[in-house]
């Protein structure tokens, strides 16, 4: 814990490198950063397959990146607070060039490792006992203490297995064997984590950087603050949609606090709010653009590798629970505006309701029809254009690309940001909105690239970036030429150079935290799979649980919470999840919780990000209080009290796999959402104590009933009539020719864990087609016999639906459950919102005589 919170100019140079050397050193770090940045697009694109002439494979370019990391963290990260911040001492220039030599050994030696793998040379072992020391020095420096002592411990772990005491023992792994495991090979810190920080991350993380320097995240906070400044405490409201906005795209939750922050909650503490409650708005804003497709803090491109589920379906998922959560936080911020007594600035009154609704319609269906016009006109122009197609999407984007531009240089310039400017006056809607249009075409290549084109998240970021690169280039001389009037000289290409390059310089240094940060997770995973500490994880929690399953949730949940305690986004879900998703799968399976795998990465996830939230240790909290002046204690424990709406997610989704879309058709889908926003805001009425007046302890007890019934109607429904209806395992044959094809049998079986000892699992079988059940058993790959009443199984085809479901031989099938037809779990809403109801009823009986109580 820190005695004083850090000031923002301290927080701002922890993430992109405290030192700004003088002299040739500072073009020394500039340059390494640019020839990063560049070298990351050329690895991205087309070309070095065009031009025959730099085709890396993954190994490879995951060794120049980390090079780069390590060289740059060396010289941008001063190793003590009393180390020079003006140049850079000898031993740190000496320090960077080894441990960069030790990354890019894998590299230069790329050729003759592959011809001997598992062989340690004297050089190998050399280079790890260089490099592992190195990177966690590199680590300590760029992102503290934390997850540098995490890896040194879980090294420890892999040596010294066989001295660990009764749970925690395991065979132990020689020192060459840990060496050649975490450097050598791709299994530890050249691992999956590294790779995809080589391929995907990097891309976002500029794209993030060149969007910012074209002004589009002064762009996102003006429009923010002219659509919703003029509510009750307009100022917190736009700072969650600024947030949002900008959080989508950070892999950041503290530097999204520092950067929207500087002009967001000066602004709400002048409108009213507290230091402490300001600097909470802004932290659960930032910490939740973590949660919001479509970067998610990179884990949404790591999930695409630990899940092995396609990019798309992942951000699927991830969305709904990510948007009402947003949404409940502008409800809270609206709550606090209200218990506050908060007017609208400048006196201006909202518009009517109508006239609201009005206009949210109207730009819902101009959105809507921009979008399908997007979809089916490039849809309907590609085989049209055949070959052609690439060059005349170009064109037409160009075109639309300076019919915007036109529309921009017909309004005002957005003036500068400024959040001690008299907030007296809110600037107008539809002029920053046509300001900045261009900004989203880069956006609009990025999601058709990923979403229509179904490239990869890099190559999609690749060709995001290249549109922002000629955007960069091109708007200053351009805006200045088409500006008539004269008004206002915006710059010339000179400008757009220079922002080009400031932007790939910011880029790379923004990235080297998070570079160090996937290489150093990857000793932890490496150590994982190596000593097998999983199963140690699963056992312990297991044990401490007594076998109660929401028990065992909570633990993980606290767990998830302890070990994101003070890890950026990236490192953090590496952890939790190679850790902590395998426990929850299977005492889950043991305690009959069958879960989809995307639902549990996304339990650990949400625990693993509240870290930056939670005192004693959330930096996001501090990094709000440097910001506020607050106090940061004070400021993570209101923040906390924001972000519940967040912690109670997962459970929810846990259990209610609809909130995830998970095999819910489109119209279902749109009705969770409408229900799940509903509930949500009904949640955090009732954790605010604030509804249409202060709740009484009762109400607020009925308002969480309310929210558990809309978000979770099966609970109450299971209690009313089991959807499974119990069939003697021997009648296996049978009951599968007897229902419905799609439905899903529910199995409880008796096998044997990874290390020979029992254990009991629960699994789903999904149904196949066919016309008997001897068909539909053998389109399974599943062959049983009976064996004293006992259902056993005989054999299973290999990579059978079975055989993927976790059926083996020898095992036996303990019990069987069959779908049952009974009435949908969504008629419980109904109580519900009577429920609800009801206390409408009871709080609008106490509206007038609050009213005249404070006239």
Avoid at 86 to 92: H, M, N, S
Avoid at 297 to 316: C, D, S, T
Avoid at 649 to 666: G, S
Avoid at 783 to 809: C, M, Q
Wanted: aromatic residues 10%; proline residues 6%.
């Amino acid at each position: 814990m820190h005695d004083k919170p850090l000031s923002t100019e301290e927080l701002i140079a922890q993430d992109v490198g405290a030192r700004s050397p003088l002299g040739p050193m500072a073009l020394v770090i500039t340059g390494l950063a640019l020839l990063w940045s560049l070298f990351q697009l050329w690895i991205a694109s087309p070309l070095p397959f065009v031009f025959g002439f730099g085709v890396l494979n993954d190994t490879e370019t995951r060794a120049i990146h980390l090079a780069f990391a390590l060289l740059l963290a060396f010289l941008a990260y001063p190793a003590l607070r009393s180390s020079p911040r003006d140049r850079v001492p000898l031993l740190d220039i000496a320090l960077g060039l080894i441990a960069a030599a030790s990354a890019a050994y894998l590299f230069v030696c790329y050729q003759q490792l592959a011809l001997r793998p598992g062989s340690l040379t004297t050089a190998d072992l050399v280079t790890a006992c260089i490099g592992i020391p190195l990177l966690l020095e590199a680590t300590r420096r760029a992102l503290g203490p934390p997850l540098a002592i995490i890896a040194l411990l879980f090294i420890a772990y892999s040596l010294a297995g066989p001295y660990m005491p009764g749970l925690l023992a395991h065979r132990g792994v020689s020192f060459n064997a840990m060496a050649n495991h975490q450097w050598i090979t791709t299994e530890g810190v050249f691992g999956i984590a590294l790779g995809v920080s080589t391929s995907f991350v990097f891309l976002f993380v500029l794209f993030g950087a060149l969007l910012e320097r074209a002004g589009a995240g002064h762009y996102f906070i003006q429009l923010a603050f002219s659509m919703l400044g003029h509510f009750r405490g307009g100022p917190a409201k736009a700072a969650v949609l600024a947030s949002g906005l900008t959080g989508m795209i950070s892999g950041s939750s503290i530097a999204n606090v520092v950067t929207t922050g500087t002009f967001t909650i000066p602004m709400m503490k002048r409108t009213g709010f507290s230091a402490e409650r300001a600097g909470a708005v802004e932290v659960a804003a930032s910490v939740n653009g973590q949660i919001m497709p479509p970067v998610m803090g990179a884990a949404a491109f790591l999930m695409v590798e630990y899940i092995g589920m396609p990019y798309v379906e992942i951000i699927k998922h991830a969305f709904l629970p990510a948007a009402i959560s947003y949404i409940a936080l502008l409800y809270i911020v609206h709550l606090e505006a209200l218990k506050l007594g908060l007017q609208p600035i400048g006196g201006h009154q909202p518009k009517p309701w109508l006239r609201r609704l009005t206009g949210f319609a109207f730009g819902a269906a101009l959105i809507s029809g921009i979008s399908l016009v997007v979809y089916y006109g490039l849809g309907w122009l590609k085989p049209a254009l055949g070959d052609f197609a690439l060059p005349g999407i170009g064109l037409i984007l160009a075109a639309v690309y300076l019919a915007l531009l036109k529309v921009a240089a017909s309004v005002p310039p957005l003036p500068e940001e400024d959040p001690n400017a008299p907030l007296e006056t809110l600037p107008k809607t539809r002029a920053v909105l046509l300001s900045g249009l261009h900004f989203l075409l880069p956006v609009v290549v990025l999601v058709w690239c990923l979403m229509i084109e179904r490239l990869s998240p890099g190559l999609s970021a690749f060709w995001g970036s290249v549109m922002l690169i000629i955007i960069l280039l091109t708007q200053r001389p351009l805006l200045s030429w088409m500006r008539t009037d004269g008004s206002h000289e915006h710059g010339t290409f000179k400008d757009g150079v220079i922002d080009l390059r400031e932007g790939l310089i910011a880029g790379a240094r923004n990235m080297i935290g998070i570079g160090i940060a996937t290489a150093a997770a990857g000793i932890i995973v490496g150590a994982v799979s190596q000593t097998g500490v999983g199963l140690v994880l699963a056992d312990l929690v297991e044990l401490l649980s007594m076998g109660n399953l929401l028990l065992m949730l909570v633990l993980i949940a606290v767990f998830s919470l302890v070990l994101g305690m003070g890890l950026p986004t990236t490192a953090n879900y590496i952890v939790v999840s190679s850790l902590l998703a395998p426990v929850v799968v299977t005492l889950g399976q043991q305690n009959g919780l069958i879960v989809p795998l995307i639902a549990v990465h996304l339990f650990v996830f949400y625990f693993g990000i509240m870290a930056d939230v939670t005192p004693p240790v959330g930096l996001a909290s501090f990094a709000a209080a440097a910001v506020s002046k607050g106090d940061p204690i004070k400021t993570g424990i209101v923040a906390f009290f924001y972000s519940l709406r967040t912690a109670v997610l997962p459970f929810l989704f846990i259990f209610n796999t609809d909130l995830l879309l998970i095999d819910v058709d489109f119209w279902h889908g749109v009705l969770i959402f409408i229900v799940a926003t509903i509930a949500m805001l009904i949640f955090a009425a009732a954790t605010q104590g604030y509804f249409l007046v202060r709740s009484r302890w009762y109400e607020s007890a009925v308002l969480l009933l309310v929210a558990f019934t809309l978000f979770r109607p099966g609970f109450w429904m299971d209690m009313l009539h089991d959807p499974y209806r119990d069939i003697a395992p021997t009648e296996l044959t049978q009951a599968l020719g007897e229902i419905e094809d799609g439905s899903q049998l529910r199995l409880r079986v008796m096998g044997e864990n990874a290390v020979g000892d029992p254990r009991e699992f629960s699994l789903l079988l999904a149904v196949p087609d066919g016309d008997s059940g001897e068909e539909r058993l053998e389109k399974l790959g599943l062959l049983t016999y009976v064996d004293n009443g006992k259902l056993l199984i005989d054999s299973v085809t290999f990579g059978s639906p079975a055989a993927e479901a976790g059926l083996e031989f020898d095992q036996e099938i303990l019990r069987l459950r069959a779908p049952t037809e009974r009435w949908t779990k969504e008629l419980m809403w109904l109580p519900g919102f009577a429920l609800f109801v009801l206390v409408v009823w009871l709080q609008r009986r106490r509206q007038p005589r609050v009213a005249l109580a404070t006239a």
